[in-house]
């Protein structure tokens, strides 16, 4: 067993909750004498708008929402839109979607962070004030060269300009007399500061491109390091929880509600973000897949969004209880893509119905069946729910089997139909012995040939005997409805394709997408809609594609197998 599956069946064992440290620390702080006693806790989701939510993602919203929803608090969306580059409403809208479609809300209170342009504004007009800003004109290029180094100082000429001027060049910047990179405004902090990030950062940059909102209103826009602690402060966020890479950006956040006027003090605390083997989560490297025709879009069902996800079957409930099983962990690590799988099926065997369904078809003909005859035979729609209650199912001496449950010269050890094999079961009907097969002028099977014992009815024999052959499942060939299958598998070869020696785009999966057309499955899924989800008996959990299937053109994504590497613990 791996180490990663150990650590899986340490996620099955343990609750969630004893792994928790966010809730430790907030505990501390609601208790008597803490710096939030009293008050309701509250957290915010801040996504930016520039690419659909993934998975990574959504285990920093439920952390958000879900830590809400515990202390009884709230938990507020803002879109984080101060970067207008490639922000769009599309994503604002496809972003409420998915928070949704999860179980969340926020209510009334969704903002967004271009909301407080002008209080930013003023907030560093105020910093410029307290001789704590200044407008610094170095270049990028001399940005780099003068940044300093571990024992050396960063430096920049323009750290002592005159309060005054400096509010003179912001507010010219404000008005668009200058380009792009002429000029920037810099928090004045610590030139020596061993974090690099209170080496007088940034807080204000121009850049002459439309927004999203507003337009042409604004030419600077401010960094995220300043703008968010303020509009955190401004919504009475207790308690700002964000992913790992910010903790050395702490230091930064704290100094900025320090030093502006604000009515709060948000505490940050930091979480290590959601990596699965197997995947990218970088938007950047989403949007390239998409830009570059790689995946069908940013809900191919190989994606790890949460559209994609949607789309090849998986559900609220799986993706929650995998976050909430994984637990909240300070250190960076890796889980295993079949852990999300593992949580799929265990809410899909209770919930799919069992449908026959046939992904290579060969027919099978019943040869001492009374041609003409029909009948039908009951099968159970889920025999984990005993609510789900049962079904009748067209039956005649002619059918569709898979191919590969016919072999004219067995393997050792292959249990299913062969000439003078043994009797195998057709689910839920009756038991059947092959007698032959009929071949086409190129000498392939196009058809299997075999007897049936007409007092087996339901696939026992009425005289005891055992059965040593396989139970065989069947679709009725004069009722049969044709479909399109798609098969998905991992979309990249290698467990990390984001290592560092590779480009991520020489490890995708050649095989990752099997398309099978002319399947054949049972006449009562003709009138299924999206999302409906079955299991495929033998075959695998399967969904209705919700872009491509319509009446009439029924398509369906393998959502995941029934083999589960993974065991629940006892």
Known sequence: MTAMTDEIKTMQEEPAESRNFIHAFIEEDIAPGGQFAGMTVHTRFPPEPNGYLHIGHCKALTIDFGTAEKYGGLCNLRMDDTNPTKEDEEFVEAIKEDIHWLGFDWGDRFFYGSDYFEEDYRQAVGLIKKGLAYVCQLTPEEFKEYRGSIGVPAKSPYRDRPMEES????????????????????????????????????????????????????????????????????????????????EAHRPLYNWVVEHCDLPAKPRQIEFARLGIDHTVMSKRKLRRLVEEGKVSGWDDPRMPTLCGLRRRGYTPKAIRNFCERIGVAKSANVVEYGFLEHCLREDLNETAQRVMAVTRPVRLTITNYPE???????????????????????FSGHLWIEADDFLETPVPKYKRLFPGG??????????????????????????????????????????????????????????????????????????????????????LNPESLEVLTGCKVEAGLASAEAPASFQFMRLGYFCLDNRDSKPGHLVFNRSVSLKDSFKSAK
């Not at 044709?482 to 990390?496: G, I």
Request: charged fraction near 25%; hydrophobic fraction near 35%.
């Open 422 to 507: 043994p009797e195998c079961r057709l689910k839920g009907a009756y038991l059947i012995t092959c007698t032959g097969c009929v071949k086409d002028a190129e000498g392939n099977v196009v058809e299997v040939l075999c007897e049936y014992d007409p007092d087996s009815r339901g696939g026992d024999p009425a005289d005891g005997r055992k059965v040593k052959g396989a139970t065989i499942h069947w679709v009725d060939a004069a009722t049969a409805v044709d479909a399109e299958v798609r098969l998905y598998e991992n979309l990249f070869t290698d467990p990390d394709p984001d290592g560092a020696d590779q480009d991520f785009m020489e490890c």
């Open 167 to 246: 509010l003179d060049l912001f507010e010219r910047m404000k008005n668009g007399e200058f380009p792009n990179g002429a000029m920037t405004l810099r928090a004045k902090i610590d030139l020596a500061s061993g974090n690099f990030n209170m080496r007088d950062p940034v807080i204000y940059r121009i850049n002459h491109l439309p927004h999203h909102r507003h337009g042409n209103k604004w030419c600077i826009y401010p960094m995220y390091d300043f703008a968010h602690p303020i509009q955190d402060a401004l919504e009475g966020i207790t308690h700002s929880l964000c992913s790992l890479e910010f």
């Open 372 to 394: 003409g005859k029909t009948e039908t035979v009951t099968v159970e729609n889920n025999p984990v729910d005993p609510n789900s209650g049962t079904r009748e199912v067209a």
